[in-house]
């Protein structure tokens, strides 16, 4: 199974493709046709938001909204997670759509903000609640 990872950047537009270490705008712009043709050779995405990327300042929940919209296949956000109370509002706003990856701020990575064993939990008790088997 294949994932795509996209790095996108906010724009006057929208959020455009970056790369070069999110120096670099292509002329992709994401939305619900470039993920739609994407989804056509992949299973899943990765979507980072560049902005908020390893800052632990908060996600971008506009393209949060967006992503769980456009997206016809799995999708994991990542970028700004400062708290556990970040895994329920990428839940909560992407109507259970958009699962959310986090870095910088998890205690095994190094963070102080997010202390891992509380996302297993968090994971643990919305799967329960869901009836999906439990990890």
């Known amino acids: 199974r294949l994932v795509v990872d996209l790095s996108c950047r906010r724009t006057a537009a929208g959020w455009v493709v970056a790369m070069n270490r999110w120096q670099t705008l292509t002329d992709m712009a994401l939305g619900a046709d ?3 043709m994407l989804a056509e050779h992949c299973s ?3 979507v980072h938001a560049a ?3 390893g800052l632990c300042r908060g996600i971008d929940r506009d393209l949060v909204r967006a992503l769980a919209r456009w997206s016809p296949i799995p999708v994991t956000y990542a970028g700004g997670a400062a708290s556990v109370d970040d895994l329920s509002l990428v839940d909560e706003l992407s109507a259970g759509r958009v699962h959310l990856t986090i870095g910088s701020a998890l205690d095994i990575f190094g963070g102080s903000q997010i202390r891992f ?4 939990a968090w994971n643990r008790a919305v799967d329960a609640r869901r009836g999906d088997p439990v990890s």
């Open 44 to 46: 899943e995405f990765l």
């Open 117 to 120: 064993a509380d996302c297993v």
């Open 51 to 53: 902005d908020v990327e």
């Open 34 to 36: 470039s993920l739609a």
